[in-house]
């Protein structure tokens, strides 16, 4: 699990010793000033260094979220099996060669008919719409394949399970949150199938997690591919403490999207299969 996960690192950065903790103000502020993070933050003194996740499927083919592929993906370089107090500028790096598939297409949000009113309401006295609070999923696409210019050294054979929901089965989540070296999280289980390609789980995702793999917990067959965070927590500022950092969100677990999101493999199955 952990020899096959990458993280997606931009040329310019690889030689930087960014710290979580400014990392972290500079995502969420853009005026860092008298802004301090709370002490009780995970990782906050480590090197923050990558944008990303992935997950070899084959020794040369990398599978990742579809957003996190742009048209700067060739000035950026993929590292696998990358483990906390390495040196990136000294481990060896492969580079993008071929964009095989992507497709991206955002979550459609709708409003419903009271929303509307309500925001007719709030438009009137001059207050900000809230947002809308329907969420379809049925077209929601965040995938793609890359082929590597070369094999990578290391790389280890394992199962695809392109059909596995089975709700409350327990789900690994592995990858790099906030661009930190390599992560895994096996609290959480498997919630709902949204659509045939996108399932939940109660995870707690961070943003760079996006790419990286989901396993099985009893098998380690690769089920998915992590491309949506959710609303499981949230970053600002905690009153009691004087201090910023994350923060359980209020409201109904339960609700998709306060879930988790994965994209199964289905999409990618033929290219998996006919690409050397």
């Given at each position: 699990m952990?020899?096959n996960t990458?993280?997606l690192?931009?040329?310019?950065?690889?030689?930087k010793k960014t710290l979580?903790?400014?990392?972290?103000?500079?995502?969420f502020y853009?005026?860092?000033?008298?802004r301090?993070i709370?002490?009780d933050?995970p990782f906050?003194?480590?090197?923050?260094?990558?944008?990303?996740?992935?997950?070899?499927?084959?020794p040369?083919?990398v599978a990742?979220?579809?957003?996190?592929v742009?048209r700067?993906?060739?000035s950026?370089?993929?590292f696998?099996?990358y483990?906390y107090g390495?040196?990136?500028s000294?481990?060896?790096?492969y580079?993008?060669q071929?964009?095989?598939?992507k497709?991206?297409?955002?979550i459609?949000?709708?409003?419903?008919?009271?929303l509307?009113?309500?925001?007719q309401q709030?438009?009137?006295?001059?207050v900000l719409?809230l947002p809308?609070d329907?969420?379809?999923y049925?077209s929601?696409?965040?995938i793609?394949?890359?082929?590597?210019?070369?094999s990578?050294v290391?790389?280890?054979?394992f199962?695809?399970?392109?059909s596995?929901?089975?709700?409350?089965?327990k789900a690994?989540?592995?990858?790099?949150?906030l661009?930190l070296?390599?992560k895994q999280n096996?609290?959480?289980?498997?919630?709902?199938m949204a659509?045939?390609?996108y399932?939940?789980?109660?995870i707690?995702?961070?943003?760079?997690?996006s790419g990286?793999?989901?396993f099985?917990y009893e098998?380690g067959?690769?089920i998915a591919?992590?491309?949506?965070q959710?609303l499981?927590?949230?970053f600002?500022l905690?009153?009691?403490?004087?201090c910023?950092?994350f923060?359980a969100?209020?409201?109904?677990?339960?609700?998709?999207?306060?879930?988790s999101?994965?994209?199964?493999l289905t999409?990618v199955?033929?290219y998996?299969?006919t690409?050397?």
């Amino acid at each position: 699990m952990l020899t096959n996960t990458g993280i997606l690192v931009d040329d310019t950065n690889i030689n930087k010793k960014t710290l979580l903790a400014e990392r972290l103000l500079s995502i969420f502020y853009k005026n860092t000033t008298n802004r301090d993070i709370c002490e009780d933050t995970p990782f906050m003194k480590e090197v923050a260094i990558g944008s990303c996740s992935g997950v070899l499927i084959k020794p040369n083919l990398v599978a990742t979220a579809g957003h996190c592929v742009d048209r700067n993906i060739l000035s950026k370089t993929w590292f696998f099996n990358y483990q906390y107090g390495e040196n990136l500028s000294l481990k060896k790096g492969y580079k993008v060669q071929k964009i095989i598939f992507k497709d991206f297409d955002l979550i459609k949000s709708y409003f419903s008919d009271k929303l509307k009113v309500i925001n007719q309401q709030r438009q009137l006295i001059g207050v900000l719409p809230l947002p809308a609070d329907i969420h379809d999923y049925s077209s929601y696409r965040d995938i793609a394949l890359l082929e590597l210019s070369e094999s990578v050294v290391g790389y280890i054979p394992f199962t695809i399970n392109f059909s596995p929901f089975l709700a409350g089965r327990k789900a690994i989540s592995v990858g790099h949150p906030l661009g930190l070296s390599l992560k895994q999280n096996s609290v959480g289980t498997l919630k709902s199938m949204a659509s045939p390609h996108y399932m939940t789980t109660n995870i707690e995702i961070l943003q760079g997690n996006s790419g990286g793999p989901l396993f099985d917990y009893e098998t380690g067959d690769l089920i998915a591919i992590t491309v949506n965070q959710g609303l499981n927590s949230i970053f600002g500022l905690k009153k009691e403490l004087r201090c910023y950092g994350f923060k359980a969100e209020t409201g109904n677990k339960e609700d998709i999207e306060y879930l988790s999101g994965h994209m199964t493999l289905t999409q990618v199955k033929k290219y998996i299969f006919t690409t050397k």
